[in-house]
């Protein structure tokens, strides 16, 4: 890729902890990677998370990998920014989604650097209306010096939860407009039936079950339709049993999940592309979905639902049609429309090709990124984020609630554990036992709405707690200093102003204290041969 023109030397010599969690990367998240290697030539990237996977699809120079705990208990986060500040020196964090943000709260402040956090949809739809990650992620938004947003829509809704606007931009996901490249259909064979791919994870928001039944009475009024079907996920089994009740064997194709180069594939083989989604009950939205764009560089004409930014990826009537979300007679219209017109087709389609070149290239999305990364490193070297303190006092509460709350041991878990184990234990037994009362109460916990099962879970938590430490306390005494107490002056040392320097005395004796009990674990880190072979 060529270098953005206004991009200079400065660029070059930043370093940018780029903060993806859990796991760096899922295959449904292939455009963190293209925005991560098209800056590879301008910045270091240093990639951060708790585990990888899929690497042989998407390889990465460098990649440090933190057990949760280093990264919201102060005691812990603390070594790991100084940790951090000797190995790579980083100028800045950008951290892909909202939970990435949140584990990054500690490191931002400790080590003293910009944060920036992208927000792809269910971060701010689903995730903050849960009980206390909407106070955890008011820190977020005050600690962020810049947010940026996939889509307008999702701009609109962090500013109606209280984000500054002046500190949101709206960057669109890029696409590399050369490997998704225009297909020519104008020679496939005008008899065969009408092609159309849906692509993304298998769960209740893709809308399946919308474009299943649009698909049925289609077949019903004897369209010559198939509709193939890209992905994984928990509702395969669901919209499995779908497609067999409604008789669509022959007419629906479950492809399966695939890397890049199947999903072109897919998309130079089809007739067009299907983007269906839903609001479900979590409140679970859609940014821009990136499939609906490659679809579009590759001169597929898309249908897609008026949900999220899938608006902002449509031209209607143009590049696509836009209909009402779990609208199936607008469903079966638009792909009626689109089977019995071939002309408008493929008319659609180039203009659906030219739409994304403009609008949603890569090197714009690269470029972009680049300007926000030296503003803020420009800052920095002013001196504009020394004095800027944010850290709340209730915040290891806060965590305590939130992010410990999930990861770490529940009796709710460990029960789901049990029922599973019996059920596998029994699947091969003959002859089957009866499902257990218990069994049958802990499956209605499907029916219970999230907002109620959580706060449910965290009173059995602090409950068991609290009894566990007041038996401890019988026992120990109050006399040694807690970890708690130790969290709280590695806290209060940072929030009065503190810094990480071998000059300061207050520092050396935060270090003191931090060396007064065993280290848990080492912080993985790991460098290609590529990138060690350069160094030498």
Not at 242 to 270: K, Q, Y
Not at 456 to 467: E, H
């Amino acid at each position: 890729m060529a270098a953005p023109e206004h991009v200079g030397g400065e660029s070059a010599r930043l370093a940018v902890l780029q903060s993806k969690f859990a796991a760096y990367l899922s295959w449904s998240q292939p455009f963190i990677h293209h925005l991560v290697t098209g800056l590879d030539p301008y910045v270091r990237n240093i990639i951060a998370c708790n585990r990888t996977e899929n690497l042989d699809r998407f390889p990465v120079k460098e990649v440090i990998r933190f057990p949760d705990r280093y990264l919201y208990e102060p005691r812990l986060a603390v070594v790991a920014a100084a940790h951090m500040q000797k190995t790579f020196h980083p100028d800045l964090i950008h951290a892909h989604f909202g939970w990435s943000g949140l584990r990054m709260l500690l490191l931002k402040q400790f080590l003293r650097i910009p944060l920036v956090v992208t927000f792809g949809g269910r971060d701010v739809g689903a995730q903050m209306r849960l009980p206390y990650f909407d106070k955890l992620y008011k820190v977020l938004l005050d600690a962020s010096e810049r947010m940026i947003c996939v889509s307008s829509d999702l701009r609109s809704k962090l500013i109606d939860i209280g984000a500054s606007p002046d500190r949101i931009d709206v960057i669109y996901r890029g696409t590399d407009v050369e490997q998704f490249g225009w297909v020519d259909r104008s020679e496939n064979d005008p008899s065969r039936p009408l092609r159309v791919l849906m692509v993304g994870r298998l769960v209740e928001k893709k809308g399946h079950r919308d474009a299943f039944d649009a698909v049925a009475e289609l077949v019903r009024r004897g369209v010559r339709v198939k509709l193939v079907v890209v992905g994984e996920g928990e509702d395969y089994p669901r919209i499995l049993r779908l497609r067999g009740r409604l008789g669509l064997r022959e007419h629906i194709e479950f492809a399966g999940s695939t890397n890049h180069a199947g999903v072109r594939a897919h998309m130079a083989d089809a007739d067009a592309l299907l983007h269906c989604s839903i609001t479900p009950a979590s409140g679970d939205i859609e940014g821009i979905p990136n499939a609906l764009v490659e679809a579009q560089a590759m001169g597929l004409p898309v249908i897609g639902t008026r949900h999220g930014g899938i608006v902002e990826a449509i031209r209607p009537g143009q590049t696509g049609f836009l209909v009402p979300e779990s609208d199936v007679p607008s469903l079966v219209e638009a792909l009626a429309a689109l089977a019995g017109d071939r002309g408008r087709r493929l008319a659609m389609g180039r203009a659906a090709r030219e739409f994304v070149v403009r609008d949603f290239n890569l090197k714009a999305q690269v470029s972009q990124h680049l300007d926000i990364y030296e503003k803020l490193a420009a800052d920095r070297r002013a001196g504009h984020l020394r004095d800027r303190t944010w850290i709340p006092e209730d915040y290891p509460e806060l965590v305590r609630l939130t992010i410990r709350n999930h990861e770490e041991f529940s009796v709710a878990e460990l029960l789901e554990r049990f029922i599973w184990a019996r059920r596998m234990e029994t699947k091969f037994k003959e002859p089957v036992q009866r499902e257990s009362r218990l069994e049958r109460l802990y499956d209605l916990k499907k029916y219970v709405p999230q907002m109620v099962k959580y706060p449910v879970k965290l009173m059995v938590g602090r409950t068991l707690a609290s009894a566990i430490e007041m038996q401890y306390r019988s026992r120990r005494g109050d006399k040694l200093e807690t970890l708690e107490g130790v969290d709280q002056r590695v806290l209060s040392f940072f929030r009065e102003g503190g810094e990480m320097s071998a000059e300061s005395e207050q520092w050396g004796r935060i270090e003191e204290l931090l060396r007064s009990y065993p280290a848990v674990e080492q912080l993985d880190t790991e460098v290609s041969r590529e990138e060690k072979g350069s160094e030498r």
